[in-house]
């Protein structure tokens, strides 16, 4: 005989079309207009920082930058939803998640001029440093959730990983682990269609990053990632649930910038895919929104844009007036000196190399 040894689906959630309209059916009713209001200056807030560090960057005034833009609502979404208590584990490009979990703006600035000092955090924020080696972050933070159930904490942890930190071994170790033990993991996959100049479908044949937690036997849900009430519904869900084990939420959003500032994506990719994406731009449709329902005007939107600005400014100030101490460099790589490195530090030392 031959029956059905399985049978598996993923369902796909959106609730904010492109055109700013609210799909009821699925519309929690806790979400206020004012929380949308909130959400809608954050996504403003980490766009502009992000065109900031890219024109820093240009101005050879910051080092190799990733930019977020158009991947606003995947982060804002995400970062609104945790509790204070919770854990975030980041790759490299989720610094809206930064920005919103509080994490002081200047210390961001100050990493991407290219000090270690900026990639350490106030403890109680509960971040991880950035991470660049693709998808290491995810064991990592399987460990984490797995130390939180076994010291029976009510922390979740949310852990970031790219459509192409996916195929990674890491990825699969960690998920399957996480089910496994049923540890507090909200694996987070920020689908932007790209892995530098991979495109989405070939990465792999899957129809869905989502349905890989089926292969692991977790849960999982794919959402519109450019629709922040949906990312956000999903974020909340899945941190409401974390006692009870691990998800995947596979956010499917897009890079409408460049991989890094040392990327062309046009060698790659035609105008016609980023115009048909800037219509999905998640900033755009809660602009409709706020404005239909009269939150939101072009002066606030000045006001807003002129506070933002302020604030940025201030804080690359502040970024640039850090004088690095050259010790430094030898006390960020290892917890304790090696002979090796103490010899060196002497040397310096003896040297008067600091002057
Ligand atoms: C282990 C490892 N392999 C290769 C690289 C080079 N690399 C940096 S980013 C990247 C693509 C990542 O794509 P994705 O996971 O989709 O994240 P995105 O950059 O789109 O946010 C690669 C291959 C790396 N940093 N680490
Ligand atoms: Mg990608």
Avoid at 158 to 166: R, S
Avoid at 320 to 332: I, L
Wanted: some cysteine; aromatic content about 10%.
């Amino acid at each position: 005989m031959i029956s059905e040894a399985f049978n598996g689906s993923v369902k796909y959630l959106q609730i904010m079309n492109e055109e700013g309209e609210i799909d009821q059916t699925v519309m929690p009713q806790d979400i206020s207009d004012s929380q949308i209001l909130e959400m809608y200056k954050g996504m403003m807030l980490a766009r502009a920082v992000d065109a900031k560090v890219l024109s820093l960057q240009r101005q050879g005034r910051a080092v190799t930058y990733a930019p977020l833009l158009g991947e606003e609502a995947t982060q804002i979404g995400t970062a609104m939803a945790m509790r204070k208590q919770d854990i975030f584990v980041p790759a490299f490009r989720q610094h809206g998640v930064f920005i919103e979990r509080g994490v002081p703006m200047d210390s961001l600035f100050l990493y991407w001029r290219g000090f270690e000092e900026g990639n350490v955090f106030p403890k109680e924020l509960n971040a991880f440093p950035i991470i660049v080696p693709v998808a290491t972050q995810m064991p990592h933070a399987t460990g984490i959730a797995f130390a939180q159930r076994y010291l029976k904490k009510d922390s979740a942890v949310l852990v970031y990983v790219g459509d192409g930190g996916t195929s990674e071994g890491d990825f699969y170790e960690a998920i399957n682990f996480a089910g496994v033990w049923k540890v507090p993991l909200i694996t987070i996959i920020e689908n932007n269609q790209w892995a530098i100049s991979l495109p989405r479908n070939e990465q792999t044949m899957a129809k869905t990053l989502a349905q890989k937690a089926i292969a692991v036997g977790i849960d999982s849900i794919q959402v519109d990632g450019n629709d922040v009430l949906a990312v956000y519904k999903a974020t909340k869900d899945a941190i409401t649930n974390s006692s009870k084990g691990p998800m995947i939420i596979e956010c499917v959003t897009y890079r409408m910038g460049l991989h890094t500032t040392s990327d062309d994506p046009t060698k790659y990719r035609t105008d016609i895919e980023v115009e048909t994406w800037k219509k999905k731009d998640p900033i755009e449709r809660v602009k409709k929104y706020l404005v239909k329902k009269g939150l939101w005007n072009d002066a606030r939107e000045q006001q807003e844009t002129e506070a933002i600005s302020k604030l940025v400014d201030e804080s690359v100030e502040k970024a640039e007036r850090f004088k690095p101490d050259p010790r430094s460099m030898f006390s960020t790589v290892y917890s304790f000196m090696p002979q090796t490195l103490r010899e060196e530090f002497d040397e310096a030392e003896a040297n008067n190399f600091w002057q």
